[in-house]
C-alpha cells in the first residue's frame, strides 16, 4: 500500500483571500533531539502571537499551569522518570484516566498524547521512518529549494527542523528555505541556531491564515511544498486538509505523504490470527466509532487526484517488526520499539472507543508487547 505520495498543484486562486495577521518573523529554532529543552526555555519567542485570536483561543507554551492530574489515575510506567532536557511541557495540557497527558487547545480532537514519554517516542519515529525510506527527508522531486514550506502536525518539529537546518558539520539541509510547522501541541524547541524555521499551534483543518513576512498583509503564504508524515490517526475529514494545501501552494509545488498502514502484514501469512493483527483491528474499530478511518492512506493518492489537476505518484517501503534480514535488523528494531513501548499512548483512547475497560487495555497491550517481536511471524507494515 503506497503512503508517500507527491502530486504538483493545481493553478492557485487570487489575492483575494481574507485578511490575516502577520506571523512573527522566523523563530530561532534548530535541534538535535538531545538539545531540546524542558519547559519551552525561549520564552520570549511566540510565534502564536500573530495568529487570528478572534477564530482561535490561544493559549501560550511558555505561560499558564498545567491541568492537575486526578488523584484516582495511576502513573503509567513510561511517564516517571529523570529529565533528559530533551522534551517540553506545554502548560495547556490535561490528563484522561490513562495518566498521560494531552493537547489542551481543542481539546478532544486528537487522541494521542503529547507529553515527554510520547515526545520521545515521536524522534524515535523519525529515526525509524528515516531508515525505512532511505534516509530522505524528502522525495518530491524539486530542483531547487522550495521557498516556502509548510510541516503539517510537525509533532516535535524534529523534521522541520532537520529539513531547515543543521544536519551535518557546517552545512544545512535547505538554508533557502523556510518552514512553518503547525500543530495542536506547542512542544517545539526555540533555540538559537538557525533563523528559518518557526511553529504555529494551529488546526490544520481551519482555514489557512499564514502571510509572509515579507510582505506581511499583502498576500498569504503560498507554498511550494507541503509536508505531511503520520497523520493517519489526526483529522476527520483529510479532503479538507488536502484542499486547503492545494489552495495554497504555488503552481509547480509539491504535497507529500508519508504514512503507515496499521494492516500488518508477513510474506508468510504468519501474521493471521496475530496479537499484533488483534490489537490493530481493535484500534481501528475504536476509531471508526467515532468517525476515523485508520486505513485513510490506502485512499491518498486517488484523493490526491481528486484534489487536483496533476499527476501523482507514490513508493512503499516495508517496516518490520520481526524480520531476521540482517539488512532490516535495525529498522525492525526501532520499529518494535516504537510499536510496543508507545501502544499505551497511542492507543489508549482508541481501545476505550471499541468498547475496552481499563484491564482489557493494559491485558490486550501486555500481549502485544510479548508477542509483537516473535521473529517466526516475520510481521512488517507498509510504510
Same mark, same amino acid.
Given at each position: ?31 538535535? =533531539? ?31 499551569? *498545567? ?5 484516582? *489515575? ?7 522518570? #529523570? ?23 481543542? #481539546? ?51 523534521? =522541520?527542523?532537520?529539513?531547515?537546518? %543543521? ?37 490544520? #483543518? ?24 503520520? %497523520? ?12 486547503? =494545501? ?8 509539491? *504535497?507529500?505523504?508519508?504514512? @503507515? ?28 466509532? *467515532? ?39 535495525? @529498522?525492525?528494531?526501532?520499529? @518494535? ?12 483512547? =482508541? ?8 484491564? #482489557? ?23
Amino acid at each position: 500500500m503506497d503512503s508517500t505520495t507527491d502530486t504538483s498543484t493545481i493553478d492557485q486562486p487570487g489575492d483575494g483571500a481574507k485578511e490575516a495577521p502577520l506571523l512573527s518573523p522566523p523563530i530561532a529554532a534548530a535541534k538535535v =533531539a538531545s538539545e531540546r529543552t524542558i519547559d519551552g526555555a525561549a520564552a520570549g519567542d511566540d510565534p502564536d502571537r500573530g495568529r487570528s485570536k478572534d477564530r482561535h483561543s490561544m493559549s501560550s507554551s511558555h505561560s499558564g499551569s *498545567i491541568h492537575s492530574q486526578p488523584t484516582s *489515575i495511576l502513573m503509567p510506567a513510561e511517564v516517571p522518570r #529523570e529529565p533528559t532536557g530533551s522534551t517540553i511541557i506545554e502548560p495547556d495540557s490535561v490528563f484522561d484516566d490513562s495518566g498521560r497527558s494531552f493537547h489542551g487547545y481543542k #481539546e478532544g480532537k486528537y487522541f494521542l498524547p503529547n507529553d515527554a514519554a510520547e515526545q520521545d517516542r515521536l524522534d524515535l519515529q523519525h529515526a525509524m521512518l528515516m531508515m525505512a525510506t532511505g534516509g530522505k527527508l524528502a522525495h518530491a522531486p524539486m530542483d531547487h529549494d522550495p521557498e516556502y514550506v509548510m510541516d503539517v502536525a510537525t509533532g516535535t518539529g524534529i523534521w =522541520a527542523i532537520q529539513f531547515g537546518t %543543521v544536519t551535518r558539520p557546517a552545512a544545512q539541509e535547505h538554508p533557502g528555505s523556510h518552514v512553518i510547522g503547525t500543530d495542536l501541541s506547542k512542544i517545539q524547541p526555540a533555540l538559537p541556531m538557525v533563523q528559518n524555521c518557526e511553529f504555529v499551534k494551529d488546526d490544520a #483543518e481551519e482555514e489557512w491564515l499564514y502571510r509572509t513576512p515579507e510582505t506581511g498583509s499583502a498576500g498569504k503564504v503560498l507554498f511550494d511544498y507541503v509536508h505531511l508524515r503520520m %497523520v493517519f490517526t489526526c483529522f476527520a475529514d483529510n479532503l479538507v486538509v488536502m484542499r486547503h =494545501a492545494f489552495d495554497n501552494m504555488r503552481p509547480g509545488g509539491w *504535497i507529500e505523504y508519508c504514512d @503507515l498502514y496499521i494492516d500488518p502484514l508477513s510474506r508468510t501469512g504468519r501474521h493471521e490470527g496475530s496479537t499484533v493483527q488483534k490489537f490493530w483491528a481493535t484500534f481501528r474499530k475504536g476509531m471508526s466509532k *467515532i468517525g476515523r478511518d485508520m486505513l485513510c492512506p490506502r485512499n491518498y493518492k486517488a484523493w490526491l487526484a481528486e484534489s487536483s489537476t496533476s499527476k501523482s505518484k507514490s513508493t512503499t517501503a516495508p517496516s518490520p517488526t520481526g524480520r531476521r534480514t540482517p539488512s532490516q535488523k535495525r @529498522l525492525g528494531q526501532y520499529a @518494535l520499539v516504537n510499536l510496543t513501548e508507545g501502544a499505551r499512548g497511542f492507543s489508549w483512547k =482508541a481501545l476505550g472507543f471499541a468498547g475496552l475497560s481499563a484491564d #482489557e487495555k493494559e491485558t490486550l497491550i501486555a500481549e502485544l508487547r510479548r508477542d509483537a517481536g516473535d521473529p517466526s511471524l516475520e510481521i512488517f507494515h507498509p510504510v
